[in-house]
């Protein structure tokens, strides 16, 4: 009984050490595996890279289940890790970590596209390979994926932030999907540039500064430019394209358009034979699949304004002026001198009466006239702006009488009481300039001390030597702090005065003559009408009509 006891008790000893030790080693175990797996994970985290190449022969998943095998290495960026996976960026798909090897993360940036996906997937049930350039990369087993852009043979798909042709079969089916809420471009602007040049003396010709100032306008608004290849896409159908794009052409391609075209950053396209178009300036945008023999297009003149280009950009459909209306549209310029009023003495035939000032100021303002500053009459000469067709430009010479603070102070508050604009043509040698300073009087060049007759009886600056005109103009320029005009004296100009002028970069320069300008006048030659102490309202009706 004794000897059976004692056994009992060794075999509970015994089951007990058992159990101790198997204890002992659960627990061991699940360190071990706890170490082994913690160690496993550090591998992984230590071989992920937001950019990897996945290994020839990799297989794809889609969660947990095998979707596909690539048969060439291809590049990947990665988002996050999942066990022993790695999740490609903005996708639902995975690979294997020990199918992929670390690249260079900057090779992986993509450049972003100007495409927009149609919102169309193209699905099979079946295995469907997928190519880049003619070679076969991936194997799927099955395929739901959204259309990038069709040809006749071929669809193009998006699949893992890349594209891949897939060849179209009875088997593949296009099925509606909302693979984005970008809107695509209804209509893309092609705008036609013949010439860009620094200097222009043809209607088709464009400034580079004015080149320069539409296409940073057009940018500030959204726009941005393509590529030959891209328009050929758009325009067979075969891609949808993001909204606000434009087509740059030229005719004419050099080293000035390869250097614009590298300065703004933008595509400027040369028209290219191999792609047989045949453009039309219709002054209307082009549509995707456009009859390629008749493409529709804006052409730039010398004399479209920002404000047309941009409407063009905007695919409105415009009426562009014709050469001939170019040439037909004037500003009358007006050329005053002194103002005097009721009491006052002034003995020349340009003095005149402030009464009749006002009178004309009130004609202008009441019938909606438009008094151009002197740079939005710059702008108008070089083509740069359009302008309303009731437009004149008032100019005043000198700064005698009534014109200053200092001597009658008739011509600022005039201006201001009828916020009309106006600009003075100041000897700037002769009064001080801030005398004349007002929210609507422009201050430009008459010389700084040449208002003389001279000893060749053509005014002193063109009796004077050019060292001595150009000297004295320069001081002129330093005062008012521009060279945008000049006016000549006595309207009197010689092949010297004028080389000085264009000399000292002036836009412009001033004489008379009693006709209107227009664009096709010598900007250093603009005809003004004097205005005389005889004038009647109804003559001067008759001059700004």
Same mark, same amino acid.
């Given at each position: 009984?004794?000897?059976?006891?004692?056994?009992?008790?060794?075999?509970?000893?015994?089951?007990?050490?058992?159990?101790?030790?198997?204890?002992?080693?659960?627990?061991?175990?699940?360190?071990?595996?706890?170490?082994?797996?913690?160690?496993?994970? !550090?591998?992984?985290?230590? +071989?992920? /890279?937001?950019?990897? %190449? =996945?290994?020839?022969?990799?297989?794809? *998943? &889609? @969660?947990? #289940? !095998?979707?596909?095998?690539? +048969?060439? /290495?291809?590049?990947? %960026? =990665?988002?996050?890790?999942?066990?022993? *996976? &790695? @999740?490609? #960026?903005?996708?639902?798909?995975?690979?294997?970590?020990?199918?992929?090897?670390?690249?260079?993360?900057?090779?992986?940036?993509?450049?972003?596209?100007?495409?927009?996906?149609?919102?169309?997937?193209?699905?099979?049930?079946?295995?469907?390979?997928?190519?880049?350039?003619?070679?076969?990369?991936?194997?799927?087993?099955?395929?739901?994926?959204?259309?990038?852009?069709?040809?006749?043979?071929?669809?193009?798909?998006?699949?893992?932030?890349?594209?891949?042709?897939?060849?179209?079969?009875?088997?593949?089916?296009?099925?509606?999907?909302?693979?984005?809420?970008?809107?695509?471009?209804?209509?893309?602007?092609?705008?036609?540039?013949?010439?860009?040049?620094?200097?222009?003396?043809?209607?088709?010709?464009?400034?580079?500064?004015?080149?320069?100032?539409?296409?940073?306008?057009?940018?500030?608004?959204?726009?941005?430019?393509?590529?030959?290849?891209?328009?050929?896409?758009?325009?067979?159908?075969?891609?949808?394209?993001?909204?606000?794009?434009?087509?740059?052409?030229?005719?004419?391609?050099?080293?000035?358009?390869?250097?614009?075209?590298?300065?703004?950053?933008?595509?400027?396209?040369?028209?290219?034979?191999?792609?047989?178009?045949?453009?039309?300036?219709?002054?209307?945008?082009?549509?995707?699949?456009?009859?390629?023999?008749?493409?529709?297009?804006?052409?730039?003149?010398?004399?479209?304004?920002?404000?047309?280009?941009?409407?063009?950009?905007?695919?409105?459909?415009?009426?562009?002026?014709?050469?001939?209306?170019?040439?037909?549209?004037?500003?009358?310029?007006?050329?005053?001198?002194?103002?005097?009023?009721?009491?006052?003495?002034?003995?020349?035939?340009?003095?005149?009466?402030?009464?009749?000032?006002?009178?004309?100021?009130?004609?202008?303002?009441?019938?909606?006239?438009?008094?151009?500053?002197?740079?939005?009459?710059?702008?108008?000469?070089?083509?740069?702006?359009?302008?309303?067709?009731?437009?004149?430009?008032?100019?005043?010479?000198?700064?005698?009488?009534?014109?200053?603070?200092?001597?009658?102070?008739?011509?600022?508050?005039?201006?201001?009481?009828?916020?009309?604009?106006?600009?003075?043509?100041?000897?700037?040698?002769?009064?001080?300039?801030?005398?004349?300073?007002?929210?609507?009087?422009?201050?430009?060049?008459?010389?700084?001390?040449?208002?003389?007759?001279?000893?060749?009886?053509?005014?002193?600056?063109?009796?004077?030597?050019?060292?001595?005109?150009?000297?004295?103009?320069?001081?002129?320029?330093?005062?008012?702090?521009?060279?945008?005009?000049?006016?000549?004296?006595?309207?009197?100009?010689?092949?010297?005065?004028?080389?000085?002028?264009?000399?000292?970069?002036?836009?412009?320069?001033?004489?008379?003559?009693?006709?209107?300008?227009?664009?096709?006048?010598?900007?250093?030659?603009?005809?003004?009408?004097?205005?005389?102490?005889?004038?009647?309202?109804?003559?001067?009706?008759?001059?700004?009509?």
């Amino acid at each position: 009984m004794k000897e059976k006891k004692n056994k009992r008790k060794k075999l509970k000893k015994k089951s007990l050490v058992i159990v101790l030790i198997l204890l002992i080693l659960i627990v061991a175990s699940f360190f071990l595996l706890k170490l082994i797996n913690k160690t496993k994970e !550090k591998e992984i985290k230590k +071989h992920f /890279s937001k950019v990897v %190449s =996945l290994k020839k022969e990799s297989n794809i *998943y &889609y @969660k947990s #289940k !095998k979707i596909g095998i690539n +048969h060439e /290495s291809i590049k990947l %960026s =990665l988002e996050s890790i999942k066990g022993k *996976y &790695y @999740k490609i #960026k903005n996708t639902d798909y995975y690979v294997y970590y020990k199918d992929t090897k670390k690249e260079n993360e900057n090779e992986s940036e993509k450049v972003t596209s100007n495409y927009v996906v149609f919102n169309k997937n193209i699905k099979s049930n079946k295995k469907v390979d997928l190519y880049k350039d003619n070679k076969k990369i991936i194997t799927l087993n099955n395929i739901n994926s959204p259309i990038e852009s069709i040809d006749t043979e071929n669809y193009y798909i998006s699949f893992l932030n890349d594209t891949y042709k897939v060849k179209k079969d009875k088997s593949i089916k296009e099925i509606k999907s909302n693979n984005t809420k970008d809107k695509a471009a209804d209509t893309i602007s092609v705008l036609f540039y013949e010439f860009i040049s620094d200097s222009c003396n043809d209607y088709n010709c464009t400034t580079t500064e004015n080149f320069k100032n539409t296409i940073n306008k057009l940018k500030e608004n959204g726009y941005y430019t393509l590529t030959n290849e891209e328009f050929k896409n758009y325009v067979s159908g075969q891609k949808n394209l993001k909204e606000k794009a434009i087509l740059i052409n030229t005719a004419n391609y050099d080293d000035n358009i390869n250097n614009l075209s590298k300065e703004l950053e933008i595509n400027i396209e040369k028209l290219e034979e191999k792609y047989n178009y045949r453009f039309i300036s219709t002054y209307k945008p082009v549509k995707s699949n456009s009859d390629t023999k008749r493409i529709n297009r804006y052409q730039i003149k010398n004399y479209t304004s920002v404000e047309d280009v941009l409407k063009m950009a905007n695919g409105e459909e415009l009426k562009q002026s014709t050469d001939n209306e170019i040439n037909r549209q004037s500003v009358p310029v007006l050329n005053y001198h002194f103002f005097y009023a009721d009491g006052e003495k002034c003995g020349e035939a340009i003095c005149l009466n402030v009464s009749k000032f006002r009178e004309h100021l009130e004609y202008l303002k009441n019938n909606n006239f438009k008094t151009l500053t002197m740079e939005e009459f710059k702008k108008w000469m070089y083509g740069e702006i359009e302008i309303p067709s009731k437009s004149v430009l008032i100019t005043v010479d000198d700064g005698a009488m009534g014109t200053g603070k200092h001597n009658g102070n008739k011509l600022n508050p005039l201006l201001e009481e009828y916020e009309l604009n106006a600009t003075l043509f100041l000897i700037t040698g002769w009064w001080d300039i801030e005398n004349y300073r007002g929210n609507y009087l422009d201050i430009q060049s008459h010389t700084n001390d040449m208002h003389q007759y001279g000893t060749c009886g053509r005014g002193q600056i063109n009796c004077y030597s050019y060292e001595e005109a150009k000297a004295d103009v320069q001081k002129s320029i330093d005062i008012i702090g521009n060279d945008d005009s000049f006016c000549f004296p006595f309207y009197m100009t010689s092949e010297r005065s004028l080389k000085v002028i264009k000399d000292l970069g002036f836009k412009l320069s001033f004489i008379g003559g009693n006709i209107s300008a227009k664009r096709t006048n010598d900007k250093w030659l603009i005809p003004r009408y004097p205005i005389t102490s005889d004038i009647t309202l109804n003559q001067f009706i008759d001059i700004v009509n």
